[in-house]
């Protein structure tokens, strides 16, 4: 069918955005997928139906990144149920803005348990069943915010620049195994999480970005795709920027 078959892939935060494009890019492409999420089970049933209408393969499960223990679990019940685990997306996020002088421990603590502790755990969970296997492709979300910073986003940011360097560390320790790990950096991209942004400020950012507008999920999910397929079989501790030219 594709350049996933007989592979499978859990995709965190499959059942919105930029999770949900990404997770049907690879349904698409001949992959098993396992998408989790937080508590949206409606839209998660609405990306496994859109995925198998389209002659693809997947499930939905529900866990909270923020807990290891569960994020151990769930990937030892894939490879007990599915015999493999091929490719993990890190996509789940949470964005929680705020400038600093007022930004509450609590806030921080959610950001970088979601963003940054929740790949950890699914990394070091994956690489024991990956290395088994002698191979495997991991992609994590992070964003231009993490490569630029942003005011009003300070516990974001950091979580999101964790990323980069957590994604060239564990590639570095993977490598000799056959496990890449990459990154992408998306821009500015129409979701849920940019949703309540108000229409003058949009436009505001859409004029300043190269490429004169906001992305799309589907295009930050073919970047996602790339890297996780054989085509990107010589790249990893790779950031790849889909920003429109946002930042270079
Ligand atoms: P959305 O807010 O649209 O969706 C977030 C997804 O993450 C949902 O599937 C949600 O599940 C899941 N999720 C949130 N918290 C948890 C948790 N604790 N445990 C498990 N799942 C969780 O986000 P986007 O699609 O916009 O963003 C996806 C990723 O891309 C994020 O990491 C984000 O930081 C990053 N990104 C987004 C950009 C943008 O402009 N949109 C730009 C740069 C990076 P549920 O549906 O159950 O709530």
């Given amino acids: 069918m ?82 493999r685990l091929d490719v993990l997306v890190n996509n789940a996020g949470v964005a929680i803005d705020g400038l600093l002088m007022r930004f509450k421990d609590e806030d921080w603590d959610k950001t970088l348990d979601t963003n940054l502790k929740g790949a950890f755990a699914l990394m070091r969970a994956v690489s024991r069943p990956m290395m088994k296997q002698k191979g495997g492709a991991i992609v994590n979300l992070s964003s231009v ?8 986003q300070a516990a974001y940011a950091a979580s999101k620049a964790g990323l980069i360097g957590l994604t060239k560390s564990v590639a570095r320790e993977l490598a000799s195994r056959n496990i890449r790990v990459n990154c992408v950096t998306p821009g500015f ?52 920027k889909v920003n429109g030219g946002m930042y270079m």
């Fill in 145 to 152: 915010v993490g490569e630029m910073g942003n005011a009003g």
């Fill in 2 to 83: 594709g350049d996933f078959s007989g592979k499978v892939a859990l995709v965190t935060g499959g059942s919105r955005g930029i999770g949900r494009a990404i997770a049907v890019e690879l349904g698409r492409r001949g992959a098993s997928v396992v998408l989790s999420y937080a508590g949206n089970e409606a839209a998660a049933a609405e990306t496994v139906k859109a995925i198998v209408d389209a002659g693809g393969k997947a499930k939905a499960v529900r866990f909270d990144v923020a807990d290891s223990g569960a994020c151990s679990k769930a990937v030892d019940e894939v490879v007990k149920e599915q015999g």
């Fill in 189 to 240: 991209i129409t979701t849920d999480m940019t949703a309540g942004l108000n229409a003058e400020l949009k436009e505001k950012m859409a004029a300043a970005i190269p490429l004169s507008r906001i992305g799309n999920a589907e295009e930050v999910a073919a970047a996602v795709a790339f890297l996780a397929s054989d085509a990107a079989s010589y790249i990893t501790g790779e950031v790849l």
